[in-house]
């Protein structure tokens, strides 16, 4: 199951790292367009990804009193590197635990929660699925297209 949980975190990555790279291919304003979206700009959202995947995996490390700090990145080719820079720790840790491994940590209300690494990965992905939903909207909004990152196309590749 091991093996599972680092599928799944890879699946996670590329459909971030694939948005991000197409994002960097089109004009610069689209990143940092203001935009009536769940979060104001693209900008944001991924700004909010990085630090939510960031947050996790400081739980996941045993951080129980780790928070969510948001440091936007003012271009796709920053929040990118970002991520793989993030990505690369996380897959490091992740190899060297048990996915059944039980995290305790508070959220933000300092409430007690306990979660197996593979349930926390599974909301992790979810998540960022979730945003790049959220970025594709904001992408027609602009008149742009956006990538496919659906599942079925990470395990195509």
Do not use: C
């Not at 739980?59 to 796709?76: L, Y």
């Not at 909301?123 to 297209?145: E, F, K």
């Amino acid at each position: 199951m091991t093996e599972r949980m680092l599928h799944l975190f890879a699946y996670h990555q590329w459909g971030n790292l694939e948005l991000v790279h197409h994002i960097g291919n089109l004009p610069q304003d689209v990143y940092q367009a203001n935009i009536q979206s769940v979060f104001p700009s693209i900008k944001d959202t991924f700004s909010h990804m990085v630090a939510v995947d960031r947050l996790w995996f400081e739980r996941i490390k045993g951080n129980r009193e780790a928070v969510q700090e948001e440091k936007p990145m003012n271009t796709a080719e920053a929040i990118g590197d970002e991520m793989k820079k993030l990505y690369q720790e996380m897959r490091t840790y992740l190899q060297t635990i048990d996915h059944n491994y039980v995290v305790s940590y508070s959220n933000s209300r300092k409430e007690m929660f306990q979660n197996n690494v593979m349930d926390l990965i599974h909301h992790l992905v979810n998540h960022g699925t979730y945003h790049r939903g959220n970025i594709t909207a904001m992408l027609h909004q602009q008149g742009y297209r956006s990538v496919s990152t659906d599942y079925i196309y990470y395990l195509r590749r």
